[in-house]
C-alpha cells in the first residue's frame, strides 16, 4: 500500500465568511428565505433576458457591499496553516474572495463557484474588476455592458442555472484523491457536486475533520466534529494541526 502524501485539503463554504458579515444566502436567515425573488438576480436565464434583472442585481450588489467585507480570524488561520509550511490546497464554495484578501497564495485557492470581486462578459469572456463595474453603476450606468465588445457583463461567479467549470472541479476532485487530511469548514456538505469532495477523500483513505454549526451528512463519518463558532474553532485546530505535523 502506498503512503499518502501528506496534503491537507481544506473546503469552506458559507459558514467561514458569516463573521465578517457575509450572509448565508442559502441558509434558514438567508436572503433567498426572506425574499425568494432575489434568486432571480443570480440566476442566469432571468440574468441573460432582462435587463430589469440586471439592473436590480447590479444595485443589490452595490447595496450589500459585501466588496468592503474583511478576512477574519478563520481566513487568517488558514493563512497560518500555509506559512506554516505543511501543503495546503484550500477548496472554497465561497465567492467573495476572502482567501486570496487574508494573503493565501492564489494558486492555492480554488475558487470553485468563481469570484464576485471580478466580472466576465457573456460574449466575449473577457475578465475585469468587480469595483470597476461597481463605479460605472454609481456613475449612472444602471447595467454596464463590456467595454470590449458590448456584451452583457456579469459577476464571475457560477449562478443557479450555470455549471461548474469541468476544469476546476477536475482540479479539485484529484486535491481531495491525494490529501491524506481533508477539512470541511462551514459548510452542510448538502450541494453537489461539492458534497461529492469528502466522499472522494474518505475513499482514497483520507482523515476527515467536520467544522460547521450545524450536524452535516458527513458527520458520522468524520474523525472529529468541531461545532464551536468557526472563528473561534478553525485558529485552535491549525494550532494542533501545526503541533502535531509539523
Ligand atoms: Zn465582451
Known sequence: ????RPLIAVL???GISTDSGIPDYRGPNGLWQKDPSA???VTIGPYKADPDV???SWRMRLETG?????????????????RSGLPLRVLTQNVDGLHRAAGLTPRKVLELHGTARETQ????????SMAEAL??????EPDPACREC??????????FGEALDPAVLQQADAIAKACDLFIAVGTSLQVYPVASLPQIALEAGARLIVVNGEPTPFDAAAAEVIREPISRALPELVRRLVTERG
Open 1 to 4: 500500500m502506498n503512503a499518502k
Open 12 to 14: 469552506t463554504g458559507a
Open 39 to 41: 434568486q432571480e438576480l
Open 54 to 56: 440586471r439592473r436590480r
Open 66 to 82: 459585501a466588496s468592503a467585507a474583511e478576512p477574519n480570524a478563520g481566513h487568517r488561520a488558514l493563512v497560518d496553516l500555509e
Open 121 to 128: 462578459c457573456l460574449r466575449c469572456r473577457v475578465v475585469g
Open 135 to 140: 463605479e460605472r453603476v454609481v456613475a449612472g
Open 150 to 159: 458590448g456584451g452583457i457583463l456579469k459577476p464571475r461567479t457560477v449562478m
